[in-house]
């Protein structure tokens, strides 16, 4: 009953929807079917990776670290998708972590069962070329608004925040277009962060430069006040108050 069901969800997937019955009842019966926990890590970067998995339920975020150390999101994922393909075809170690946003369930197919697979039906690297093209695009076009943006702020230019708010990915058929705008909202937040710290900056300084000047202003008032000419004129001044007092 559980092979049947998941030979229903993976005939959903684009990677598998051309395999024969067959075929994919006997790829159901290799998937292993796992749960993760809110916050619960699937991979991490720099993992070796001999899996790939299909989202069943949920969502998970796609991450890499900044130079800090910083949480980066690359990407968030729902249920369909296929994450971890990479390491998988390659050999090479994970190139992002995965976290689940929220409980979620996926199903795992190691690779030498996706491999012997691959070669009993060669038109399923059709379908993986497409999803790697897909991906290639996505993270084109989100390269592509990054360097705008990054650009715009090293210039001083901070108009374009606020044109998207940060908010939750996790809905249903989201376009990678939308996916990129809410990632870079994430961006805008960061760079509105920046722009503050900038205001402030800016005001600490201009209040600092009137201190500087009132401390000129006073110092070139105790400098002249205290010379031999600035004592002669008040004493010649405090002598025409006494005449003129004595006039009256």
């Known amino acids: 009953m559980m092979d049947q069901e998941i030979t229903a969800q993976l005939k959903k997937i684009d990677w598998f929807e051309e395999l024969p019955d067959k075929m994919l009842f006997g790829l159901a019966t290799k998937v292993r079917r796992r749960k993760l926990d809110k916050n619960e890590v699937?991979?991490?970067?720099?993992?070796?990776?001999?899996?790939?998995?299909?989202?069943?339920?949920?969502?998970?975020?796609?991450?890499?670290?900044?130079?800090?150390?910083?949480?980066?999101?690359?990407?968030?994922?729902?249920?369909?998708?296929?994450?971890?393909?990479?390491?998988l075809l390659d050999n090479e170690p994970r190139s992002a972590g995965v976290v689940a946003l929220e409980d979620t369930t996926v199903l795992e197919l190691k690779r030498d069962d996706f491999m012997d697979i691959l070669k009993l039906q060669p038109d399923l690297a059709l379908s993986v070329i497409r999803n790697f093209s897909s991906r290639l695009r996505y993270s084109t076009q989100y390269i592509e608004m990054i360097t705008d943006m990054t650009q715009r702020v090293a210039q001083g230019d901070y108009s374009f925040i606020g044109d998207t708010q940060p908010g939750q990915l996790r809905r249903k058929s989201l376009s990678d277009q939308d996916k990129i705008g809410q990632l870079l909202?994430?961006?805008?937040?960061?760079?509105?962060?920046?722009?503050?710290?900038?205001?402030?900056?800016?005001?600490?300084?201009?209040?600092?430069?009137?201190?500087?000047?009132?401390?000129?202003?006073?110092?070139?008032?105790?400098?002249?006040?205290?010379?031999?000419?600035?004592?002669?004129?008040?004493?010649?001044?405090?002598?025409?108050?006494?005449?003129?007092?004595?006039?009256?």
């Open 42 to 87: 699937l991979f991490n970067k720099g993992e070796e990776g001999d899996s790939l998995f299909v989202i069943n339920a949920g969502w998970v975020k796609v991450v890499t670290k900044d130079t800090k150390g910083g949480e980066v999101v690359l990407n968030q994922v729902g249920a369909g998708e296929i994450i971890g393909e990479m390491a």
């Open 185 to 248: 909202a994430e961006f805008f937040a960061m760079v509105q962060g920046v722009k503050q710290r900038e205001d402030e900056l800016k005001k600490q300084v201009m209040k600092l430069t009137l201190q500087i000047d009132e401390a000129k202003r006073r110092q070139e008032f105790e400098e002249i006040t205290s010379t031999d000419f600035y004592a002669n004129l008040k004493q010649q001044a405090k002598k025409l108050r006494k005449q003129r007092t004595d006039r009256n």
